[in-house]
DNA sequence: TTGTATATTGGAATCGATTCCAAACAAGTT
DNA sequence: AACTTGTTTGGAATCGATTCCAATATACAA
């Protein structure tokens, strides 16, 4: 009507318009019973009419309730598959009408300090915590004051929930796939700390040789540092050795990538003559590889989901049977076995 | 002092037990003037016994408004720079004592109507609009009716304000690189559409010959399609014609990625035999390559930033005269040159 | 001392929703 | 007709902050 509808409409805006108590509008908008189908088209009309929406604000200092999560990220930043955590993150929360919140801490615990006070203002319906690759984390006691799952790390105490990749399912199929394809002597190129990743990798190569029945070479498995010269000699080395491997598994894309490199300068060709798999899937990395690699994808979206699944649906209190859930790692099929 | 402090303490709280009026509270909670030193320090001092924190929904309820702003991202997804543009626009809002609000559409325009609701609803300060890449935009009118600001794209109007690349600047410099380090042959291995960084660039490459007095040679100049045969095989005619380039300018890292095999498949030595330049910086290729590719810096962070900075210390009337601004793309130094 | 100007303070009104209670209404029984 | 019982409805109270106005305290000048 008026151009000039400076001030956005109320529910008390549309309950004169209709000419019925706020309260009943409420009980439109909230889909309560006890209003009847008149009234009810009448109200909708109305809030058509005037776009009206209820101001989230006003909703949340009666009801006590947001419509939000918040997510609180370490250092993220530096790892390509963060945005997977965060779209999976999101497309649960958006499932469910609530919208995401976003921190970075840079790793600063001041931060992290600060952005659970943000938290706590705003009353979000809980909080992630996201490392930026999977590790135990040692948490502030605040995390345990209200609802939060542990995405790609978890408490040492075991006492948040948390969702991690399932490590040992990955190695284990990763080298299980090898073995189906004809290869006895596989080489594992792990990483040198004691990360989670390093040691479940680890227990899922050996799973898996001993599923086939294969007698585990100890002089098969190297650790090297990631994308470095290091992979690169290393590669040299355990291709010149007497029992070369006819397959590698490496812990990670980018240590394939080297891998890749060390063997083209030895002449051997991917797959012909050795196979490769590799594990992450960063995409931009194993699919742009000649030939393109198989990996085991890192189930960042489906943790994303979980977490923001299991804040609102599951049960928030904190107990000491917090869920340590572990997801699968499936395997991306390309051109390198 | 009781164990069980159910309910968090309100500005009621506060006031009673500081034995002044809630008035008073909120004049220290916001530094105004007119309160003495010792009222005010009593004050602080009981809200710091009491751990009270002021509750946002009521802030804004009262005052409308918020601090929170709105980053809606269009299939940002896919590209792994999209963390850079969320870091830069976080990094800037934390230093207004804002936070992020995230939405992810997908590219769906129902979602994106969406998304508009939710950041009225919220009343957030503005929102940001965020591309995959560099590439002009049809947005709804809705984004006129509250302070936004475009990243990585622009509206074909330029009725809305935008921060993009200066893709020129960026092909010249890169040329110019190569140019100081006595190349005059400079082959160009560019994208096949039409997009900004496409023209752009080569706009910087003729520039930047023209500057340095050397002719456009039609023939050392180049469109394939990323990340595929198509580069290898161009890279290959390219470097058996008979005035072979001594240095490539790449569209991109991946371009640059599939030149490197053409390279080392036709045994030419990188940077020995040939310069290669790449562009976007994408870490974990760039710096992974054999030899770590010297390349051009997309400014994903100072672009989130400038945008969050417009955004809250910028005028926001939409006017006619909305800024364009681009912003420099640095260069990366490494071992390809 | 008294009056005026200025600095501090308390507290009611307000923002815009939900919720609860009592009033109004409808339907069904005796 | 009078009385239950159950369904719809209006509107006051509430959530927790800010803001404004009037009241009080203080400082300064005459």
Redesign the interface.
């Known amino acids: 009507m008026d151009a000039m509808q400076k001030r ?1 409409a109320t529910i008390q805006d549309v309950a004169r318009q209709a000419r019925v108590g706020v309260g009943t509008v409420s009980r439109v908008l909230n889909g309560h019973p006890n209003v009847t189908q008149a009234t009810r088209e009448q109200v909708l009309q109305v809030i058509a009419d005037l776009g009206y ?6 909703v ?2 009666r009801t006590r309730q ?1 419509r ?1 999560i918040g ?1 609180i990220t370490d250092e ?3 790892t ?1 598959f ?3 955590l ?2 999976g993150a ?2 649960e929360a ?1 499932a469910h009408q609530s ?6 801490t840079s790793g600063n615990p001041d ?1 992290l300090n600060a952005a659970l ?2 938290m ?4 979000v319906q809980g909080v992630l915590y996201a490392a930026m690759f999977h590790q135990p984390v040692n948490l502030p006691d605040r995390f345990r004051e209200l609802p939060a799952v542990l995405v790609d790390c978890y408490s040492e105490d075991r006492s948040l929930p948390s969702v991690v990749p399932n490590e040992i399912q990955g190695g284990q199929d990763a080298v299980a796939t090898l073995l189906q394809h004809g290869h006895q002597r596989i080489g594992f190129i792990n990483y040198t700390t004691g990360q989670p990743a390093v040691v479940g990798r680890l227990e899922g190569y050996r799973r898996a040789l001993a599923a086939a029945g294969v007698a585990y070479d100890p002089t098969l498995v190297v650790q090297a540092d990631i ?1 470095s010269d290091a992979v ?1 000699r290393t590669t040299i080395r355990l291709m010149q050795q007497p029992n070369r491997p006819t397959a590698l598994f490496c812990f990670n894309d ?1 240590t394939a ?2 891998a890749y ?1 060390a063997l ?1 300068d030895l002449g051997l060709r991917v797959p012909e003559e050795v196979a490769v798999i590799g594990f992450d899937n ?4 194993a ?2 590889l ?1 030939p393109p690699l198989t990996t085991m994808q890192l189930p960042h979206y489906e943790m994303g989901r979980w977490a923001v699944h299991h804040l609102i649906a599951g049960n928030p209190q904190p107990s000491l049977t917090a869920p340590q859930v572990q997801l699968d790692c499936p395997l991306v099929w390309r051109a390198s076995v």
Chains 1, 2 share one sequence.
Do not use: G
């Not at 929406?53 to 006003?58: L, N």
């Not at 706590?120 to 009353?123: A, E, F, I, L, P």
């Not at 960063?282 to 990395?285: C, G, K, N, R, S």
């Open positions: 956005s929406r209820p101001k989230s604000a006003a949340t200092l947001t939000e997510l993220i930043a530096t390509p963060a945005f997977d965060i779209r999101q497309d958006w919208i995401l919140v976003l921190i970075n931060l006070d943000q706590y203002d705003r009353q994308a690169y980018r990538m080297w490199d083209r960063q995409e931009l990395l699919a742009n000649r």
